[in-house]
């Protein structure tokens, strides 16, 4: 039904910038919004940047200033970039899709939300 393609996670050392990439596809006839959540071992997730379909953005404090998210709705796409990565910038990110789906003989409307596999995102001091 859905599928998200993250790309982008990699080794970087501090200071240096990564760009992760997901795109949606599949039955999904209109997007809410889309984002980056983060987890660390031990740790919660936590949502690092998200967007709405209208272009508002939530960024993570401990973020602010240094990444920017962005979108295109055409190709259902949302790009991370991350700038003066940190090593408590390490985790696994993982990106959400909050969108609306038809099912049923009614073509009935719903709202759900779907994950991707997750990406490693390694910082090194």
């Known amino acids: 039904q859905v599928q998200l393609v993250e790309s982008g996670g990699g080794l970087v050392q501090a200071g240096g910038s990564l760009t992760l990439s997901c795109a949606a596809s599949?039955?999904?006839?209109?997007?809410?919004?889309m984002g980056w959540y983060r987890q660390a071992p031990g740790k919660q997730r936590e949502l690092v940047a998200g967007?709405?379909?209208?272009?508002?953005?939530n960024y993570a404090v401990s973020v602010k200033g240094r990444f920017t998210i962005s979108r295109d709705n055409a190709n259902n796409t949302v790009v991370l970039q991350m700038n003066s990565l940190k090593p408590e910038d390490t985790a696994v990110y993982y990106c959400?899709?909050?969108?609306?789906?038809?099912?049923?003989?009614?073509?009935?409307?719903?709202?759900?939300?779907?994950w991707g596999q997750g990406t490693q995102v390694t910082v090194s001091s």
């Open positions: 967007i709405t379909s209208g272009g508002s953005t």
């Open positions: 599949g039955n999904i006839l209109s997007v809410n919004a």
């Open positions: 959400n899709l909050d969108y609306i789906v038809t099912y049923g003989i009614f073509s009935s409307r719903k709202r759900e939300s779907f």
